[in-house]
């Protein structure tokens, strides 16, 4: 498989896994609100290439996301709420595990929270004091005799190497903090001392908390070692996290590069602009999740190549939902088929499938594919020269498809009831009592069910919202 490594700007093979696996790790939430649909966008993808990892290449992929829990924007919430950190951490990250669950995304082996690795972060801090390529300063607010830790990015070469930027074109106040006791602008906080009213922690510095970008790289090193396959997250992170995560680990260890390929997911727009509080167009997951089903966004969300921006709008959204609905209606054909003989080139489309997929993940071009071969096998059951077991086949190639995509509806079963009444409707329907028909229609829509005439006869499901 390749894939296109933001590192070194081209395609690349998928590295060769260790014994005990591929190791991966993505770049998780910080848990002060609720996540929004651009990160499920990252969120979805990431957990649909592990399987295909994992199911189609037979690879084993320890998947590793963290968690961060101690953070400036978690602190300012929690003033605003009147709570503490630690509260509005916990809070954020039930929520945020909530959403992946209602996402259907299982993939990830393990999550680290940033406050579990205080011992490992203060370590690395440690070593890079003691390699020179990083300072003790003390701020101005801070607690009586408490530093802050910098890295000092004049002494790493490399530093802009991910984002393809030059030092000296950096420019002071754009995404850099700037704070008293830095000796450059763009020098980052490894460690920072601890205000009065802030989560503290011991350090050799004083009481303090952990920088953003040295939690990820404590995290890997202890789970993964110095350097490990595959680092991603959305393009967002590139400057000034990842390079950060590069420079520290780099540094520490005096092994390059961190991670072999950087993966990193495209922009969310909402109807053309950038997502943003003020503009008010944030959209929650959950808010997403009150009007459409969880599979209308992972398919969305795959529809589309994972490196391109992504604009999403209303018609985005149904347009996925009825792609689904395509899908599950030729899939309930397939049941149906009672034909013998047919030559279904099936192979044809499942190879160029497969093979869109393992060049970067190209599913636009995979699901263009896919509805090929709708169209084609709807075409040969028209004509009654699709086979049962040709029908099979195909049944089982959108299953495996669909343990990678999870974008199929799950059938949630009618109850007793429901089915009592469909029934009903169903002989008063062909008994062409349409009046009769439409009450039970009606008196069914009450229950939350609603019935839809297919082809295939009358389809049951679960109203949503
Ligand atoms: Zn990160």
Redesign the pocket.
């Known amino acids: 498989m390749k894939l296109y490594n933001t590192l070194t700007g081209k395609k690349e093979n998928l590295p060769a896994p260790g014994d005990k696996g591929l190791n991966m790790f993505v ?1 998780g939430p910080t848990v002060y609100d609720y996540s929004h649909i651009g990160h499920a966008r990252t969120y979805v993808f990431f957990d649909a290439l592990v399987k295909f990892l994992r199911r189609r290449l037979g690879l084993k992929v320890n998947y590793l996301q ?1 968690i961060t829990d101690i953070d400036d924007r978690i602190i300012n919430r929690a003033k605003e709420s009147n709570k503490i950190p630690q509260e509005i951490a916990q809070e954020f990250t039930a929520a945020y595990r909530a959403d992946m669950a209602d996402l259907a995304i299982d993939g990830v082996s393990a999550y680290a929270a940033a406050t579990d690795y205080l011992p490992e972060i203060i370590s690395q801090v440690e070593r890079l004091i003691k390699k020179g390529l990083a300072y003790a300063a003390k701020g101005s607010s801070t607690a009586l005799g408490a530093s802050s830790v910098y890295f000092d990015v004049r002494k790493f070469p490399d530093y802009g190497r991910l984002s393809r930027q030059k030092l000296s074109e950096l420019k002071e106040g754009v995404r850099v903090e700037t704070e008293p006791g830095k000796k450059y602008f763009a020098d980052f906080a490894l460690w920072k001392a601890s205000k009065p009213d802030e989560p503290k922690w011991n350090s050799p510095w004083g009481e303090g908390r952990p920088g953003w970008h040295i939690e ?1 790289t404590a995290i890997t090193e202890k789970n993964f070692g110095p350097r490990y396959h595959v680092h991603g ?1 959305g393009m967002d ?1 590139i400057f000034p ?1 990842h390079e950060a995560e590069i420079a520290q680990m780099e540094s520490i260890s005096g092994l390059k590069p961190l991670a072999k390929i950087w993966l990193h997911t495209g922009f969310l727009l909402v109807n053309g602009e950038k997502m943003s509080k003020s503009l008010r167009n944030f959209i929650t997951i959950r808010d997403f999740l009150k009007e459409h089903a969880a599979t209308t966004l992972r398919y969305m969300v795959l529809s589309n190549h994972y490196r391109a921006p992504f604009d999403y709008t209303e018609k985005t959204a149904s347009m996925a939902r009825s792609s689904v609905q395509r899908l599950a209606d030729f899939t309930a054909r397939l049941e149906t088929v009672k034909d013998q003989a047919s030559q279904f080139p099936l192979d044809d489309f499942t190879k160029s499938f497969w093979d869109n997929l393992a060049d970067d993940f190209n599913t636009p071009q995979a699901w263009a594919n896919m509805f090929d071969l709708v169209k084609e096998a709807n075409k040969f059951m028209d004509n009654h020269s699709l086979s049962m077991v040709d029908a099979q086949k195909i049944i089982d190639f959108v299953k495996e498809v669909n343990d990678i995509f999870n974008i199929l509806p799950q059938q949630e079963p009618a109850p007793a009831e429901i089915m009592a009444l469909a029934a009903e409707r169903e002989k008063a329907r062909v008994a062409h009592d349409f009046a009769g028909a439409d009450e039970i229609r009606e008196q069914i829509k009450k229950l939350g069910w609603e019935i839809d005439d297919t082809p295939q006869g009358p389809r049951i499901s679960k109203i949503k919202n």
Do not use: A, R
């Open positions: 770049c963290n990820d997250g992170l996290h």
